[in-house]
Structures are given as structure tokens and as C-alpha cells.
């Protein structure tokens, strides 16, 4: 059984092999260490949870609690949330991401932009599971304006849009996307080696 004790002492390269073993009560106490104010404890619950759910559905009756806390003051509680939405996606046979998807997507604006990064990164989950949701991330994505973000965040915003992209173009191609993915390629965003990177991943 999961204890705080326990989960302190935890070492990381351990936290797969015991998302593995997780009980009931123990799923339950880690989602109530996700509010926990120690970064150790809230952050361990956060890895064992996301760990959990890429192999067992037992983390998806949070999915609602999870969709709380896309709206909580906090920005590490709008990661939290989004984070695990993303991991859960697969195990999401009513499809309430459908529903979800404008205010999920409204996260690529947060004030945080560690956050907007998060969610752009998070989209790589979902997209594969949930083909129904890539017209509005292509929507969203390609709407960015990158000019308007600070300059330091350009590159790394571009990179994760891009990556995003072009899982969607996998599953449902689009001409847009492609005219995307060519201007950013010949832009002057992208440093060589992040260029040729992606070059080498495009058709």
C-alpha cells in the first residue's frame, strides 16, 4: 500500500515498475496528493498516475476531477489536469473529450507558457485515440501566432506545433497542414539542425 513515507522515498527510476503494482486505495490517495502543496509528494503522485494510465483504465473515473482543474488558479493544478486528460484519452469510450476539446484547446493561450507547451505536447496523445478531435487541434494549432509570443518561445512553440502536426497528418491529412508544415520548414524560426530534423520525418 501507497504512503506518503513511501512515496517520498521513492526513487524515479522505480516509478514504473510500481504504477504497475498500484491498488484501488492507492489510485485514490494519489489523486488526493495531486492538491498536496509538497512539490515531492504532488509531483510522484502526478508520474505514478500518468504511468498508471498508459496501461490500466483504473485512473479514468478521475476524468471529471481532472477536468476541474482546467480551470484552477493554480497553473501546476492546469497541468496536472490537462496532462492526465491527455493520458486517459485512450480509455475514453463515451468520447467526453468531444465535448471537452475547445476548453482543452483554450489551454495553448495560458498565461503560463510552460502550460501552453504542456497542452501543445499533450496533443500528441490524444490525436491517435481520438481522431474525431484533429480538425479542431489543426484549427487551433495553425492559428497560433507565433509573433505574438515572445521570442524566446518561438522555436520551442513551433517544434511542439510541429510535432503535433504531423501525428494528425498520419491519421487525417490535410492540404492546410501541409502548406503549414512547407512555411514553417522555410522560415526563419527554426534553426538547421531542428529544420533538417523534421525534414527527415516529413513525406
Not at 513511501?6 to 498500484?22: D, G, Y
Not at 484519452?89 to 476548453?103: H, I, M, P, S, T
Request: overall charge negative; proline content about 3%; glycine content about 2%.
Amino acid at each position: 500500500m501507497i504512503t506518503a513515507e513511501f512515496l517520498n522515498e521513492l526513487e524515479k527510476q522505480n516509478l514504473a515498475s510500481i504504477a504497475l503494482k498500484l491498488e484501488p486505495q492507492d489510485i485514490t490517495l494519489l489523486f488526493e496528493l495531486l492538491s498536496e502543496k509538497d512539490d515531492n509528494l504532488r509531483y510522484k503522485s502526478f508520474l505514478l498516475l500518468q504511468s498508471r494510465s498508459e496501461n490500466f483504465a483504473d485512473v479514468y473515473p478521475y476524468w471529471d476531477a481532472f477536468v476541474d482543474k482546467l480551470n484552477n488558479d493554480n497553473s501546476y493544478q492546469r497541468s496536472i489536469g490537462l496532462m492526465l486528460i491527455a493520458e486517459n484519452v485512450r480509455w475514453d469510450e463515451q468520447k467526453k473529450f468531444n465535448a471537452l476539446a475547445d476548453q482543452y484547446l483554450a489551454l495553448c493561450d495560458d498565461e503560463k507558457p510552460v502550460t501552453v507547451r504542456q497542452c501543445i505536447q499533450s496533443l500528441v496523445k490524444i490525436v491517435p485515440f481520438n481522431p474525431d478531435c484533429i480538425a479542431k487541434v489543426v484549427d487551433k494549432l495553425i492559428g497560433i501566432d507565433l509573433m505574438q509570443r515572445k521570442d524566446t518561445q518561438r522555436k520551442l512553440l513551433l517544434t511542439d506545433i510541429l510535432t503535433v502536426l504531423l501525428e494528425c497528418q498520419k491519421i487525417q491529412p490535410q492540404e492546410k497542414v501541409d502548406r503549414y508544415i512547407c512555411e514553417a520548414l522555410t522560415g526563419g524560426i527554426l534553426d538547421e539542425k531542428t529544420r533538417k530534423n523534421f525534414i527527415a520525418q516529413y513525406p
